[in-house]
């Protein structure tokens, strides 16, 4: 008995390929190649500081000192103008949420016109006679 089934053997093929770099050629003792490379080995450090340094005791620093305070403190940070709590508004506002907290279904936008239906007149009876007199007026034109 022969072995009829047919068997797939895949061999290994080995593809070499080569990096080709598009533009000029960098070369890397130049002053600039060396500067980013300190760079890159900065921020791989976690050492890279870029911008302006900051300096502690400047009013800025103050300021967002005491924010970070107030925060802690707090929670949170009140910003802006403050509502006043009896304009109509926020009366409006207020009995909405309650509404809404109750469950109770608040409907938006303009409310729903309820349509009228067109009166019909009873047609004219055809004995009936209407009398129109269209009384018609000449411009006259003058020459000068």
């Not at 593809?15 to 080709?20: A, D, G, L, Y």
């Not at 450090?45 to 620093?61: A, D, L, M």
């Not at 970070?68 to 009366?91: D, F, W």
């Amino acid at each position: 008995m022969k072995n009829t089934k047919n068997e797939v053997v895949e061999t290994p093929v080995t593809v070499e390929t080569q990096e080709k770099s598009i533009g000029r050629k960098i070369d890397p003792t130049s002053k600039r190649q060396q500067l980013l490379a300190k760079r890159e080995a900065a921020k791989a450090e976690g050492t890279f500081k870029k911008g302006r340094p900051v300096i502690g005791t400047s009013k800025r620093q103050e300021t967002l000192a005491k924010r970070k305070a107030k925060i802690e403190a707090n929670g949170s940070l009140k910003r802006g103008r403050p509502s006043n709590e009896s304009s109509k508004r926020q009366i409006a506002l207020t009995a909405k949420a309650a509404k809404l907290a109750d469950g109770i279904e608040v409907k938006k936008g303009r409310p729903k016109v309820e349509k009228v239906e067109a009166v019909t007149a009873e047609p004219i009876a055809a004995e009936t006679t209407v009398e129109v007199t269209i009384e018609k007026t000449a411009k006259v034109k003058r020459k000068k």
